[in-house]
């Protein structure tokens, strides 16, 4: 399971313990993100991976003399003590015992701790230096990284090409988009935004490009100005011909050199004494915050300037979406028709079940990339949340098993995910009650009504209720929001038991996926996107629903007649005719049949 | 309406002005509360009413040269104009237009505005401070309340007497407490914590008092140190000669003017430093953390060391309050009986009704107070959330009609607080609808089954769905944490939407009160109190649910029966199966064959 030879991490971090002596440092930090703190990272970024061969999409080392140690949260327990050399480094649980307790306990007083402030938030930050300021040690932010000093034949950071995302898509021109953000700058008082999520970016100059895996990213910091106009800080390569038409006036591309200079100015030319800028606390560094400050600015830690109108999808982004998931639905339902035929046989294998998955999608108008790594669980992967099919753990689907799949696909004029659960053969009674449960939770989230100002965390408990009505529960969010050809994970609402203020706004995409998980047995999970919309019920609140984007068969033998209301009943039986009317029409007559079984009334019997 | 004649007023504020002047300060703030930052304060502290005439029990008074001020909020918006001379003040609403903006718009550069840094926690000043700040101005502690140095004819502080609270009420025998708490104090690295909520020094010490209105408070200050010993700050005249044995060796008792020494001596005569003090964030106040630092302590702001413990009630206190519970029904349910024949006469006033209501409480054995202000609400009434009758506002409770009343009483064992809603006449069809609607969420949360680890928040919507069905919803919080013999309104948790990450455990006491109110015509709310509890359902996970203490008939007449889900209606009926069995014991033979009509099975048919 470990792919980084001993002698060569234990190379490497000899190059790096010799850097801190060069340096006077104690030791250094390093986390998993880039810049950006995104959830994907270039390889060229990928300096935790090349440090101490845990691959995880989050954690973090630190690197002393002495000790080295790796921090990764409860879903990477069992990889990070794969992958790591742990005669080199030890493994923490990143929660439970956190960097700055383990700092406050090892480092020694007088010791200076270097970390890079291009990869920490200052929220990231602060518990660091706690820990080490209890210590009697300090953090020290150095100029370059130190793993960059020593990595030879680090990639290069990515140059792939930025491209105008069409008006058709985007729904909405940038030059409107500017020009409604700069209003609202000025209302609060602010001299400027920095905008240091690529996604925003991305939204804001209706531009896509493809920096990173599965997700369209221009990797790029931007500065929004109070007069409307748009600094861009990227790297010339990556810009078309064309871009330049795009952009129009309003936007002054500069390179990424550029960036710390410019945040300087905007205190140091700003006409009024301090200049209030506004950061992303979620994605903004230490470094950019340092940089605005020693330009004399206040910087305010708040939300992306762009994060909630990204949010809330214009009618044009709504359509464009409804498309994708039409087309996605039919791919789906085409994969479903030819897997409920292969799967019986048992010769199947996860890998080649997610490959032929993507065949069918790859079809499809518009299709660039799927919107992440697909899960493929059979039987016993299927309990674990996070899993990525490799051949040395994958499974064959096999009768009286449950196969989970959780995919999803970027188009032009949409993002998807989607998860089904699909009973090979006989579920058990147990399977199907826990299934049931599951559905009734995702039921619950799709008929819910709410006032306007409800956050998706007062929605979380209608998704669990009917399993803690059991003693059942899973351990992760209901919903997440979802990007308009973009992040798969877009903030910044979400549908979770963790406290969220944002309210649910029309337009806003999220999905709907309770699940239930038995260890070492069988994983469940009914994952539909869902849009926000104003409904009227006839009371006295300007109230909200969800209209579901999703289009694709729920297992009808895995569900559990007896348990389900008749409110239920009738959701679940119009549900699956709006998929088969939606999707029939797309379809090859083979899978048409199919997919009129697969959805006919629920009391007319269960199974296929 | 204006109780406080306009020359009286416009005299205090006069006096105030010249103070400030004397002062060289450009302006002084005035909040309602007290040192303590509590919810009832003595008439000594009850600055904010005496120099504005606004009575509300939340609000903050700002006095220019030139301008001044009084911020309320929701509840108080029409009392505050109503009681406020508008020519002298104006009014604003404390949420949407904070004083702290206030300030940034009306300061002026250079000005120094007074505060007391008794009144203000550390987390309440900031605001004020930074829109301060941003008009140029800047705040100043001042040594002594300017509204003291003019205000003659103040009262004194209370100095009621303090007495010991029973074993066979408390549960657990102080040093117990203070063991407990001394090691969790070690363990975490405190060197001692302060106790500012004086409900929390009531439960470490196990004393009572009486110092503020309906909650049994000894007003004081108290440091747990970690050798387990306490001080006390307190008035001497409170305490009786029995209290020092009742407190032992472990409590050393000084005088309030100890207390500023005693803080900054924390910090001088530790042996390790800095010392760590833990403090209560809600009620610490700025003067205090002033101390601490003044002697070279560190200051935590957390939460008050006794509020989880407190909250989760001993099998003592639990046997004590479902005793007191028993009473308080016996004597809800002999008013009711009585209300059903007086009220249809349509001659009974709110304050005579309420008033016979604590008629049928004193009698009962351990009784001593009212735990509130009690609520009788007539027809529009009662959809004022917060309403207090007084002979002014007052209105006769007549035929088709609902009445709610709000009400709870402080025994020995335990404190209680109940409303329900009564149909006098026919109830019309929309009543029926809102009250059945009321009681869904009510008994969604009595029903309710969760997982350890969750918050009061999780399960607020429970309460409300079947509101935002019909597009309707309240607003004000599903529960409230309630005290043992203490306050009637105690945390740290509750059953809210705003986010709160306590999570509830076994003995915690909390209000299920889910209402509806139409302004105008009529309130409805339906409130028992409920106990945490472990639970066995056979599942996975340990899972907790809740005890109902209140016995008490809910209305009959206003139940449409329709709506009840066959789970509900048998709640319901196996509620009032155990109210009648617990209740009848306790009374005369017409309130007991009342309230064998009143309880018995709601498909018999609806209403009395």
Redesign the interface.
């Known amino acids: 399971m470990n792919d980084n030879p001993i002698s060569q991490t234990a190379g490497r971090l000899a190059l790096l313990r010799a850097e801190l002596t060069r340096g006077g440092l104690a030791g250094f930090i390093q986390p998993r993100g880039d810049e950006h703190q995104g959830e994907y990272v270039p390889p060229y970024a990928e300096r935790l991976a090349w440090l101490t061969g845990f691959t995880g999409s989050a954690g973090l080392a630190i690197v002393l003399q002495s000790r080295a140690v790796v921090f990764a949260d409860g879903r990477y327990t069992l990889q990070v003590r794969a992958q790591v050399d742990t005669a080199l480094f030890e493994t923490r649980h990143l929660v439970d015992e956190p960097p700055g307790e383990w700092l406050a306990a090892n480092a020694a007083k007088g010791d200076r701790i270097g970390f890079d402030p291009r990869l920490h938030t200052p929220d990231g930050i602060v518990r660091l230096r706690q820990g080490a300021e209890r210590a009697g040690a300090g953090l020290v932010a150095v100029e370059r990284n130190l793993i960059d000093a020593v990595w030879s034949g680090q990639p290069r950071p990515p140059v792939a090409p930025v491209v105008p995302h069409p008006l058709a898509f985007a729904g909405r021109s940038a030059a409107d988009k500017r020009a409604d953000l700069t209003d609202r700058l000025a209302k609060q008082g602010y001299k400027a935004a920095i905008i240091s999520d690529p996604s925003s970016i991305a939204w804001l100059l209706n531009i896509r490009g493809a920096d990173v895996p599965h997700t369209p990213l221009p990797l790029s910091f931007a500065i929004l100005n109070d007069d409307g106009t748009v600094d861009l800080f990227i790297d010339p390569r990556k810009l078309g011909s064309g871009l330049g038409e795009h952009f129009g006036n309003g936007v002054r591309v500069a390179a990424p050199e550029a960036f710390g200079p410019a945040l300087a100015d905007l205190g140091r030319k700003s006409d009024v004494a301090p200049a209030k800028i506004l950061t992303d606390s979620a994605t903004v560094s230490v470094w950019v915050v340092s940089q605005l400050e020693a330009g004399g600015s206040t910087v305010v830690r708040g939300t992306c300037i762009c994060a909630l109108p990204k949010a809330c999808k214009n009618e044009g982004e709504l359509e464009g979406t409804r498309a994708a998931h039409r087309r996605d639905g039919a791919a789906l339902t085409r994969y479903l028709c030819w897997l409920s035929a292969e799967a019986p046989k048992g010769t199947l294998g996860e890998i080649a079940s997610s490959d032929r998955l993507l065949e069918f999608r790859r079809g499809g108008e518009h299709f660039r990339d799927t919107s992440f790594d697909t899960i493929s669980g059979a039987g016993p992967n299927g309990a674990i949340v996070h899993y990525r099919a490799t051949p040395a753990t994958e499974r064959r689907i096999e009768p009286d098993m449950l196969y989970l799949v959780d995919s999803g696909a970027q188009y032009l004029d949409g993002t998807t995910d989607v998860t089904r659960t699909i009973a090979v053969g006989t579920p058990t009674g147990e399977q199907r009650d826990r299934f049931t449960r599951v559905l009734k939770g995702h039921i619950a989230v799709a008929l ?4 306007k100002g ?2 998706g ?6 998704a669990r ?1 009917s399993l ?6 899973y351990d992760h969010g209901t919903g997440h929001g979802v990007g308009s050809y973009l992040s798969v994970h877009e903030g910044p609402h979400r549908i979770s ?1 963790i ?3 944002v309210a649910l706004e029309p337009g806003m995409i999220v999905s709907n996926e309770p699940g239930y998980y038995k260890t070492g047995e069988y994983g469940i999970r009914i994952e539909n996107l869902v849009t926000v919309r104003e409904i009227d ?5 300007p ?1 909200l629903g969800f209209e579901t984007l999703t289009h694709a068969p729920i297992d009808r033998a895995l569900i559990d007649l007896g348990l389900l209301s008749p409110r239920e009943i009738s959701w679940l039986d119009a549900y699956h005719s709006r998929v088969r009317e939606t999707l029939t029409p797309l379809l090859d007559a083979a899978a048409a049949a199919w997919l009129a079984r697969a959805t006919r009334p629920i009391q007319d019997g269960p199974g296929y």
Do not use: I, Y
């Open positions: 819910a009504r709410f006032p409800t956050s965390s007062q929605l979380d408990t209608l209720a803690w009505e059991a003693g059942l529960d038991k406290p969220n203020t019920v006839g009371g006295e609140r109230m």
